[in-house]
């Protein structure tokens, strides 16, 4: 989605429009039952993906989350075949067995979406460890939020990559709330990448909803990774503005909140940052909304007119060999 | 070539990782020979890049090979006894089973996670449960259980080149019994029975450490006329129904024995599918020798109550024919 002559700064303000409008659409369609399954939206957060994966080569592996529509569209997923995933229709991603907890790619790298949270972070340390054997280039990248830091595998993970020095990155979302429960009521510490330290390896706090400050920070950990300098934890602060999941009754908060971190909207605050810097002005985001408007668009009819899966289907994809018997 | 068990699975070992630069082991003490000697001498003959000492954490164990596999490598985890997979449960359950399906077919997991299966060793109630009812239970994982030397090192290879997730269950009690391997390896699919004795009264499906025991239950059974069928299954999931059925055939009648608890385990899945399909042909109901539905207990006394023995064979299939 990103042209070659744009700035960074541009080329990421795109791609969190795309998210942005994508993430939009996915509302309506599950508002009127178009979509089945759940929603974790990803509004709010677009900065942190797309300012990491813009420090992404396409071989670099990342996992993601239950929140991961946004992760995979930033590490470039075929917009259409996301959309028909969604859907659950055949020509889907994941062939409509996976849809939006299990959005997957491995040809870009995208290692999938996980329903478990937290149960990426070790996968994404297990490619890092094929690079590091095999003495690649290829770095990981293990999206989480803040709840995936206080399972047993985030612990085991990081002091696991720090000891054999992986190239892999550990990208904690912190979006304040775990599931229903704020971060002040699941962590006695102030800054989740304090725990890094426990670790031995470098940690980092940046404003989740500045990508250029995200991008900046990313850059450097994908760097020290990719040079034989081991991981970082990297934590980016940021706000889910929906609920947990569509349908959330969200008790657990205000809507003044909501609104003053609305206020701090990532793409607002790009905009800012590019007019002020004169590389685009209100014209440019105009034609930008429409022209990911447009393509969600197409996205969306796409995946409409996607052959179903036929329900045989259930019984492919179990193992490489072996059949798996339906019922007559 | 007579060998012990433990170093057949050396034998796999090293032949798998001479044959394939992306087979690699980790694990609890792997670098330093394995708590039970089997990755011996490994790490020196291929490196601790490719031999690797894990700190106590299963679900990073499980995990990094889960990331690696997905990465085209073909990793050997190592679980010291297969109760500590509990530690592991969603990297293998909801991870390693499911990404190839998940991702629609595009994953490949080819991981190999051996795991020591305790019981008749007197280690008591969380060092000797064999667990491969757990797994049965989740499509998209294999399970293999060898029980002698040459076995370990035909499936063991078979199932590191196999591209799907394969639990080994490697009987602890067995590490040191020896036996004839062969001097070269041929690669068999996973899921083929082996007829360890040919009979004609009864046939007696086993696997693991309960071989030996349902041996000697038929020799002592030779001696008053009755004539036992002894099938190793090798392989649980898939397990060879048509080897089980076609000895029924003749035999009339079948006898499960495991160490697992009776109560749901993998002995019910084999009685009920051969009943469904060859209710005509038994004589009788099929039989379950089981551990009994308890922990396993430490006191060799109570412990030998618990988990089937030679005796406990005899007298129950004494009762059927």
Not at chain 1, 257 to 269: F, G, H, L, M, T
């Amino acid at each position: 989605m990103t042209r070659p002559n744009d700035s960074a700064l541009l080329a990421m303000y795109r791609q969190m429009v795309l998210i942005r409008i994508a993430e939009e659409a996915l509302l309506r369609l599950f508002e009127r039952a178009e979509m089945p399954g759940f929603i974790h939206s990803y509004i709010g957060e677009e900065a942190t993906g797309v300012g990491v994966c813009y420090a992404l080569e396409t071989a670099d592996v990342i996992t993601s989350t239950h929140r991961g529509h946004g992760h995979a569209i930033a590490k470039g997923c075929d917009l259409n075949l996301f959309f028909a995933e969604l859907y659950g229709r055949a020509s889907g991603t994941c062939k409509g067995k996976g849809g939006s907890m299990h959005v997957a790619d491995l040809d870009i790298g995208v290692f999938g979406a996980n329903g478990i949270v937290g149960g990426g972070v070790p996968i994404a340390a297990g490619a890092a460890l094929a690079s590091s054997i095999r003495g690649e280039k290829r770095i990981a990248v293990a999206f989480m939020g803040d709840g995936a830091t206080d399972i047993g595998p985030f612990h085991e993970t990081l002091n696991l990559a720090a000891v054999w020095n992986l190239p892999v990155v550990f990208v904690v979302e912190n979006n304040g709330f775990a599931d229903f429960i704020r971060v002040s009521d699941h962590q006695k510490i102030d800054r989740i990448s304090q725990r890094a330290s426990a670790y031995g390896m470098p940690g980092e706090t940046v404003d989740g909803n500045d990508v250029e400050a995200v991008h900046s920070a990313a850059k450097e950990a994908v760097e020290r990774a990719r040079s034989g300098h081991g991981p970082t934890l990297l934590e980016c602060v940021t706000y889910r503005w929906r609920g947990h999941f569509e349908g959330d009754p969200q008790p657990y908060r205000t809507q003044d909140e909501v609104e003053a971190w609305k206020a701090r909207d990532p793409i607002k605050a790009a905009q800012v940052r590019l007019i002020e810097a004169g590389l685009a002005d209100p014209s440019v985001f105009e034609s930008i909304r429409a022209e990911m408007t447009g393509k969600v668009d197409d996205a969306v009819n796409f995946a409409r007119a996607a052959p179903y899966a036929s329900p045989e289907s259930a019984l492919e994809d179990v193992y490489t060999d072996l059949a798996v018997e339906g019922w007559q | 070539m007579r060998m012990s068990y433990s170093k057949a699975i050396t034998l796999a070992l090293a032949e798998a990782m001479e044959a394939d630069e992306g087979v690699f082991c980790l694990g609890e003490d792997v670098g330093y020979g394995g708590a039970y000697g089997a990755t011996q001498g490994l790490r020196d003959r291929f490196g601790a890049a490719r031999v690797r000492d894990t700190p106590i954490s299963e679900s990073a164990i499980i995990g990094f090979s889960i990331g690696a596999a997905m990465s085209g490598m073909r990793p050997v985890a190592e679980i010291m006894h297969m109760d500590f997979i509990a530690i592991a449960m969603d990297q293998v359950v909801n991870q390693a089973a499911k990404m190839r399906y998940m991702f629609g077919g595009k994953a490949q997991v080819a991981l190999t996670i051996r795991c020591g299966v305790g019981g008749y060793l007197n280690a008591a109630a969380q060092h000797s449960q064999s667990l491969e009812a757990w797994f049965a239970h989740v499509p998209g994982l294999k399970i293999v259980c060898p029980a002698t030397p040459g076995d370990v090192r035909q499936v063991l290879r078979d199932s590191i080149l196999d591209d799907n997730p394969v639990i080994v269950m490697e009987p602890l009690g067995l590490y040191e019994a020896s036996g004839e391997v062969p001097d070269v390896y041929q690669q068999r699919p996973l899921g083929k029975a082996d007829v360890k004795r040919r009979g004609e009264d009864v046939t007696i499906v086993t696997w693991g450490r309960t071989l030996p025991e349902v041996l000697e239950a038929a020799e002592i059974l030779a001696a008053e006329r009755i004539d036992c069928e002894v099938i190793d299954l090798l392989s649980l999931v898939p397990w060879d129904e048509q080897a089980v059925f076609d000895s029924v055939w003749r035999t009339n009648n079948l006898v499960v024995v495991h160490q697992a608890p009776r109560r749901a385990g993998f002995g019910a899945e084999i009685a009920a599918t051969i009943t469904e399909r060859a209710f005509k042909e038994l004589d009788k109901p099929v039989a379950r020798i089981c551990g009994l539905n308890t922990p396993v207990p430490f006191a060799p006394e109570m412990e030998n109550y618990v988990l089937p023995r030679a005796a406990r064979i005899v007298a129950e299939v004494r009762k059927l024919v």
